[in-house]
């Protein structure tokens, strides 16, 4: 374990902004309210896109809100320090964001009627943009090479630990009423049906108008111009600019691009291994 994180029940997580104490206050004490609206996703798997789409789904695609307040104060962190900060004020209703593992998130959840929108990511896409995001986030551990940090993500040693456990995790909650499940990938080929669906899943009623203003506010090209979302507001002691933005392509498949035949061979093999249980069937299987 590198200095720079620490294991809590088994799960690698930033000595900075995190501690034992706030992610054992968040399991056992945070009250989850039954109209909070949790944007829960494994790192790199579309969080910020989702906390933007539910920001203009709540103000009825009303921009000004999302152009004026940092993402991360909209839909804070529970998990984080300034995050916890930030949700315990926050008036209802809240929108919440997690990468927390199931097994970690606040008890208070299952008896609460708030809803979990839990967005999915090619494991592979993951494993190049949290590659990229390594290298820029100060708070992170240095990659090293691609190789050594492919085996580190097979191996569940990579920030909020495992992908396959994450995952398997949530799912398991496949068939409630307040669980909604969606993938990067969905929301890249069709992004206006998605919001239709989660507008649904919220019981929210958007027009015609007001859907088309949450899809234009939510492209990749406005959330990279937007300071409150593309993360240019993070102090340079947190963030290296100079490395890289952290709206870095918004893609699906730049895996592509990265891995050899003989990493995406491997790969698939532990995937297979690690998956086979699942029942649920993924746009990239």
Request: proline share 6%; charged share 25%; glycine share 6%.
């Amino acid at each position: 374990m590198s200095d720079k994180y620490f294991s809590h029940k088994g799960i690698p997580l930033p000595t900075e902004s995190y501690s034992e104490e706030g992610l054992s206050y968040v399991e056992n004490e945070f009250r989850i309210l039954d109209d909070d609206i949790i944007n829960v996703t494994y790192p790199k798997s579309g969080t910020n896109w989702m906390s933007q789409i539910l920001s203009l789904i709540q103000h009825n695609g009303d921009s000004t809100w999302a152009c004026s307040e940092p993402v991360w104060d909209r839909v804070p962190w529970i998990e984080t320090t300034t995050g916890l900060e930030q949700a315990l004020k926050y008036p209802p209703p809240r929108l919440l964001a997690s990468h927390l593992p199931f097994q970690l998130f606040p008890k208070s959840f299952i008896h609460s009627k708030a809803k979990i929108i839990f967005t999915m990511r090619h494991p592979k896409d993951v494993i190049i943009s949290l590659y990229h995001f390594s290298k820029i986030m100060k708070t992170l551990k240095e990659p090293g090479t691609l190789e050594e940090f492919l085996e580190e993500f097979l191996g569940g040693n990579v920030v909020y630990g495992s992908w396959f456990d994450h995952v398997k995790g949530w799912m398991k909650l496949k068939g409630r009423d307040n669980f909604f499940s969606v993938t990067y990938e969905e929301l890249q080929q069709d992004l206006r049906g998605c919001v239709e669906k989660i507008c649904r899943f919220l019981g929210k009623e958007l027009t015609s108008q007001q859907i088309d203003s949450v899809v234009e506010n939510s492209s990749f090209q406005k959330m990279k111009d937007n300071k409150m979302c593309n993360f240019t507001l993070l102090p340079d002691t947190v963030m290296d600019h100079q490395k890289g933005p952290f709206l870095r392509k918004g893609i699906c498949g730049d895996w592509k691009n990265h891995l050899t035949p003989k990493q995406e061979e491997h790969f698939d093999r532990v995937y297979r291994e690690k998956m086979q249980d699942m029942s649920v069937a993924f746009p990239w299987d």
